[in-house]
């Protein structure tokens, strides 16, 4: 276990609806990175949080925001959702050290738009 | 653009053989490689890692090689097991100031009692 929890596990929307999606990083972590991964392929990354501040953003349209709370934990939002925001949506939370960025992943929430 | 891509989808191999699942990024900038193993229904799960001024790094039952020269990561697994089962992605990081990790679209092994 890495020890970043996410929540929900699951989730069903509809189109046009809008989700919001909870992780809490690894103790000591301060920076979360919030992944789309649809069913077949890799994680794409859609953007990161250090210190409570957006610090990379991915090729991600403005409808997909998100939070990071001073105890690191942070939110993913998504508005207006399509169809094709159906996927499991990863935290991966990170400490930087040394030039290596190791990063852990929690469970993921699958999402379902219908 | 950027990309990381691996050569076989699908690897089949016997319990107790040697795996070897291979990735090409084409980003020469990227200095930081991670290999993940990811089981269904979970989150990748980090395996091993390697920076660009190594050309193979060992871990338990595991080594990773990077050949800088031709973009070529590779992922050994010595004495292949049934719980080695599962989905194996390589992500590459280009540094800067945001340390997004880059993906292939992973690799499926599956072991064979």
């Known amino acids: 276990e890495t020890g970043v929890t996410q929540s929900p596990t699951h989730l069903i929307k509809t189109r046009g609806q809008q989700v919001t999606l909870r992780c809490s990083s690894q103790s000591g972590h301060n920076t979360v990175s919030w992944y789309q991964q649809a069913l077949g392929q890799g994680p794409q990354f859609i953007f990161q949080?250090?210190?409570?501040?957006?610090?990379g953003r991915g090729n991600f349209p403005p409808r997909f925001s998100g939070l990071q709370f001073p105890n690191y934990s942070s939110e993913l939002n998504v508005n207006a959702l399509e169809l094709d925001d159906s996927a499991l949506y990863l935290c991966?939370?990170?400490?930087?050290?040394?030039?290596?960025?190791?990063?852990?992943f929690g469970p993921g929430t699958r999402l379902t738009v219908t | 653009g950027e990309s990381v891509g691996l050569h076989l989808p699908t690897l089949s191999v016997q319990e107790g053989d040697n795996s070897i699942i291979n990735c090409a990024y084409s980003?020469?900038?990227?200095?930081?490689f991670i290999w993940y193993k990811q089981e269904s229904g979970k989150g990748p799960q980090f395996i091993i890692d390697?920076?660009?001024?190594?050309d193979k790094r060992q871990g338990q039952r595991v080594t990773v090689l990077l050949n800088k020269t031709v973009k070529h990561l590779s992922l050994q697994i010595a004495a292949t097991q049934p719980g080695d089962s599962a989905v194996y992605f390589c992500?590459?990081?280009?540094?800067?100031?945001?340390?997004?990790?880059?993906f292939g679209t992973g690799t499926l092994l599956a072991v064979q009692p």
């Open positions: 992500a590459e990081n280009a540094g800067g100031a945001t340390n997004k990790l880059i």
């Open positions: 390697i920076r660009s001024n190594m």
């Open positions: 991966a939370s990170s400490l930087t050290w040394g030039g290596r960025i190791e990063q852990y």
């Open positions: 980003n020469s900038a990227s200095d930081y």
């Open positions: 949080y250090y210190r409570e501040e957006e610090n």
